[in-house]
């Protein structure tokens, strides 16, 4: 029996001698360290399109790179956004609209953050030209009222009507009276600034555009909560000779961004802003005001333009549809 317990320890203790010998064929030595990541030096965020509607979703992408500007393969990037009221993101990078407004999507790398901004807004409304309704202009009736006779012609008068919409400015008619006769109230911002038609009282936007700004602060501030819609300039196109915008058309582009912009910024995201109000319907006109605003961040929640005896009819935009 000792000679068995000898025996058995003299192969326990040749096999834990051994168990660190190399040269079989299934030895292996200990493993070599992985070769550290190279050092992160930048990260891109790429949005397909930087306006959202509500229903819309898609995925951003991180472009992770070192300093010689070589990708950098293997880095945890990490998803997050500023505001999750407005937009969520998940952790691989899309992007969900919950509401209205602007939003900064972030995506980190080592010690490294690149972001995106989003504009969310709306979904574009689908309008249905195929039964144009047959109804007659009356321009002449919402803007004929002017300050002392504002309550003239009286509510006898316009409520048969059944006006739905009112486009003007409380110097030409009152908004609380428009909107207690039925109809929505669309102010006028250009009609405070002035047109080339009477000499540009206060100057050309686009030049002295710091009192322009102050003015529209001014206008957003006091009739907040008043109008129904906000419209920025009336007819900035010249078909009809420059009696209300003499500037290029970038020139209106910019100072259409400019406006909306402050009336975001006082009214809040949810502001509904007509425009761009041209003489009348002119497709490559609204083709380049939606390519401007969707690169700036601007927008139209009211996409508007004037019909008049002498534009197009409504039956010859169905057929360009």
Known sequence: MLNKIAFFSILMLSSVLCSGCGGGDGASGPTPPS???PRVASVTVTAPQTVLGLQESEALTASVRDSAGASVLGSVVTWSSRDGTIARVSTTGVVTPVSEGQVTISASAGARAGTAALQIVWAAADVDFSRPQSVKSMSGLVLGFNAPNTQTPGDQVITPLG????????????????????????????????????NWPNGRPWINNTAYATMMQQLATTLKGQPDFWEIWNEPDQDYGPNFWDGTEQQFFGTYLQTYRILVQVLGPNALIAGPSITNYDEPFLDRFAAFCIANGCQANALSWHENSATVPIQSIVQKL
């Open 35 to 37: 070769p550290p990541l």
């Open 163 to 198: 006006l739905k919409y009112w486009r003007a400015n409380p110097m030409q008619v009152p908004i609380a009276r428009a909107q207690a006769l039925g109809a929505r109230y669309n102010v006028i911002l250009s009609d405070y600034w002035g047109y080339p038609v009477n």
